[in-house]
């Protein structure tokens, strides 16, 4: 863990805004994260150093050059941090924006047949695929996912695909269960099959806990929503491989080389996301990694993903002579409680107490959690297994044992109530 070298830590914290405060709250644990990450404080330079700027990309002044060059940088970035394997990034209005206009290209630009889902998703991608299916003459099919893990796997989707399955979305980790999906063994499984489906990856929820390698994936399409990934909101970040991008698409009447994105860029929008990906960069190498920064950037998302199983383990079995999570009589655990799907990410319910009153007891003890209910975003999740909503506690790499240990001391006096 980072917190057994003292100073790695405190250089991680110091890099984030408000990490250990609320300007409106005060001081407080930040377990919220699967709701927005914290912001690093180099992206809210950058943003507030661009949002100064009135030149637009792309104009024959110093400044719209500059920002040309910017976006190109950025995009360089990108294609490190995902490790893609050719193909282009986009900018747009958030990551749910892009996903349905990726999804609704692959159902509106291949022939009739079947677009391909679960029903582990978020409400992102099964709506997207629900608008746009039946416009496409296809039918939208959805592979029921485990209860039991919180997650689903290529044997679950194996039965449903088909030779005319034109369409298929992925979700790589679910931010109610908090459990990863192997997305490489799905595509894999659906290109035996379905050699050109064109498979879109919901990669929101998974992007903060690092090991992003789309070369791996074999995916046509993946998006993330920057805000939980360190950066700042206003902004989704979509790649898109060659063939998915030659779809027809919305755009501007003879724009040259049919750009995806519509409108003016927001420069600084890409100049932040450059901000995350030095951040991995400083990381990787600071927890020793060798060779180029793609090696870095690798290292950086293996140390997070052992910080991240070090903390859950902690608030599932116990630390600091407090008993953990899974000692409390009458408490379930989504997804299990040592299931190695999970990333970051418990959610739970306890019996005898409603998940809204856990989660304001938290936050009156300066612990900064989140109730998912049983609707539109979660009802999917929660309808299933009877429950009417649960509370989510969401870690990331920069919080510490000593704020688990926090958490559980309150838990323990809720139980005791």
């Known amino acids: 863990m980072f917190d057994t070298e003292p100073s790695l830590i405190e250089e991680i914290r110091d890099r984030f805004a408000h990490v250990s405060d609320c300007p409106f709250q005060g001081e407080r644990v930040f377990f919220e994260n699967a709701g927005g990450a914290l912001t690093l404080k180099s992206v809210v330079e950058t943003a507030a150093r661009f949002a100064a700027i009135p030149d637009n990309p792309g104009r024959d002044n110093p400044a719209g050059q500059a920002a040309v060059a910017l976006i190109a940088r950025a995009k360089d970035d990108m294609a490190a941090f995902f490790n893609a394997p050719g193909g282009q990034f986009i900018a747009g209005e958030s990551g749910t924006e892009l996903l349905f206009r990726l999804i609704g290209a692959a159902c509106l630009g291949t022939p009739e047949g079947r677009v391909l889902g679960s029903t582990l998703e978020h409400p992102a991608t099964r709506s997207a695929a629900d608008r746009y ?68 990856v919901d990669g929101i929820q998974h992007a903060a806990h690092g090991r992003l390698d789309l070369d791996a994936l074999g995916v046509d399409g993946y998006v993330i929503s920057p805000y939980k990934v360190f950066s700042r909101h206003g902004y989704g970040i979509a790649w898109l491989s060659d063939r998915l991008a030659a779809l027809p698409h919305d755009g501007l009447m003879g724009a040259p080389g049919a750009p995806w994105e519509l409108g003016t860029r927001d420069a600084g929008a890409y100049a932040a996301f450059s901000d995350v990906v030095a951040y991995f960069d400083w990381l990787g190498g600071r927890v020793g990694a060798q060779g180029d920064r793609r090696d870095r950037i690798v290292a950086a998302g293996e140390a997070i993903h052992a910080q991240e199983s070090a903390l859950t383990r902690a608030m599932l079995h116990g630390a600091g002579n407090l008993p953990g999570l899974a000692s409390l009589e009458g408490i379930t655990i989504l997804g299990g409680i040592d299931n190695p799907r999970r990333e970051g990410l418990v959610s739970f319910a306890l019996e005898g107490h409603a998940a809204g009153d856990i989660v304001a007891a938290l936050n009156a003890a300066g612990i900064r959690t989140h109730i998912r209910k049983a609707d539109h975003y979660s009802g999917n999740i929660l309808g299933p297994l009877g429950m009417e909503s649960c509370v989510r506690v969401s870690l990331c790499h920069y919080n510490t044992e000593a704020e688990v240990v926090r958490f559980l001391a309150a838990m323990r006096d809720i139980a005791r109530g």
């Not at 416009?135 to 449903?160: C, E, F, M, N, R």
């Not at 030779?163 to 063994?185: E, F």
């Open 133 to 200: 299916a039946p416009i496409g003459g296809k039918t939208h099919v959805l592979v029921a996912h485990d209860d039991a893990t919180g997650s689903v796997d290529a044997a679950a989707y194996a039965p449903q695909i088909t030779a005319d399955t034109r369409v298929a979305t992925i979700l790589h980790t679910s931010p109610v269960t908090g459990m990863g999906v192997d997305v490489a063994a799905i595509a894999a499984k659906i290109r035996e099959t379905a050699p050109d489906c064109y498979i879109i």
